[in-house]
C-alpha cells in the first residue's frame, strides 16, 4: 500500500544503483509510483528486465531505463550516467544503493577483502556522485540519500571491513552534506539494521555459523532482540528514502536516518 501521492516526483529523473538487490529493487519501485522516471542499475540484467516489468505492470505510463552495469569499474559508471541522461535528463534525485557485505573477524581479514569491501561500499558511491552532482549543482537542484547500515553507527563483531565501510559513508554524508546544500542539494543516509532481504538473510546466516545455531534460530534470536520484536521490511526502508527524496523533508540536511525496530536510540 502507497502511503505517498502519485505525482510528488513527476519530472523528476531518479537514479537507482543496487536495484538488484531487496531496498534498490523496492525503492525503484515506490519511487517509480510517485511519478519519477527511473534509471535502475545492477549486475544482473535477468533481475533488473523483471523490476521494470514489475514497475510497468502498476504504472504503464512510466518511465524507466535499465543499463547493466558494474559500478567499480570506471567505465561503466560513465556509461551508466551518460545513458542515464540521453535517456530521461538530468538526474535529479540519486539512491546509492548498491553495496556489499564482506570481511569478518580480524585473524581473517585479508588485505584483499578489506580493500573490495570499502572500494565498493565507500570509494564507489562517491566517484558515482561526483559524477552526478556537477549537474545538480548547475541546476540547483537535487536529493541524495546514501543506503548505510546501522554498522555505521556502531561497532559489530566481524565488521571491522563492513562497519568500517559504513562510518566511512555516513562521514561522507554528513561532510558532502555541508558542501551540497549550499547549491540546493540535499544529502542524507539511512542506516537499517538487518533487512528482510537476501543480503540480511546472509548476513544472519554468517551469524548463525558463527554462533553454532540454525538459521531459523539465529532469525528468531535477531527479531527477538528488537523492541518492535520484528526486522525491517526493505518497503520500509524505500518509504523513508522516498521521504528524504521528497520536498516534505526539505530541512534536514546531513542526517543518519535509523531504523533500528528500537535497538539503537541516540
Known amino acids: 500500500m502507497s502511503i505517498f501521492s502519485s505525482d510528488v516526483f513527476t519530472g523528476k529523473h531518479a537514479l537507482i544503483t543496487g536495484a538488484t538487490g531487496g531496498i534498490g529493487y ?36 512510466a518511465k524507466v531505463m535499465l543499463v547493466v552495469a558494474d559500478l567499480a569499474k570506471a567505465s561503466d559508471r560513465e556509461r551508466l550516467v551518460q545513458a542515464a541522461e540521453d535517456k530521461l535528463g538530468p538526474v535529479s534525485l540519486l539512491v546509492n544503493s548498491a553495496g556489499i557485505m564482506g570481511g569478518g573477524v580480524m585473524e581473517e581479514l585479508s588485505q584483499e577483502e578489506l580493500e573490495r569491501v570499502m572500494h565498493l ?26 543506503v548505510s547500515s546501522l554498522s555505521g553507527l556502531r561497532g559489530v563483531v566481524g ?4 562497519a568500517g565501510s559504513k562510518f566511512a559513508l555516513n562521514g561522507f554524508t554528513q561532510s558532502f552534506a555541508l558542501e551540497a546544500i549550499k547549491h540546493n542539494v540535499r544529502v542524507n543516509a539511512v542506516c537499517p539494521g538487518y533487512v528482510d532481504t537476501q543480503m540480511g538473510r546472509d548476513a544472519i546466516r554468517s551469524k548463525a555459523t558463527r554462533e553454532k545455531n540454525s538459521f531459523e534460530e539465529q532469525f528468531e534470536i535477531e527479531s527477538g532482540n528488537l523492541p518492535s520484536g520484528r526486522i525491517t521490511t526493505a518497503e520500509e526502508v524505500a518509504n523513508t528514502i522516498a521521504f528524504l527524496l521528497s520536498d516534505a523533508a526539505g530541512n534536514i540536511v546531513g542526517e543518519a536516518v535509523k531504523l533500528s525496530g528500537g535497538s539503537v536510540m541516540r
Do not use: H
Open 121 to 146: 561500499n565507500f570509494t564507489v558511491p562517491i566517484l558515482l556522485t561526483q559524477q552526478i552532482y556537477e549537474t545538480m549543482k548547475k541546476n540547483k537542484e537535487g536529493a541524495i540519500v546514501n
Open 159 to 162: 565488521g571491522t571491513a563492513y
Open 26 to 61: 523496492e525503492t525503484a519501485k515506490v519511487l517509480a509510483a510517485m511519478g519519477a522516471a527511473v534509471t535502475i542499475t545492477g549486475r544482473k540484467e535477468t533481475v533488473l528486465n523483471q523490476l521494470k516489468e514489475d514497475i510497468e505492470s502498476e504504472r504503464p505510463n
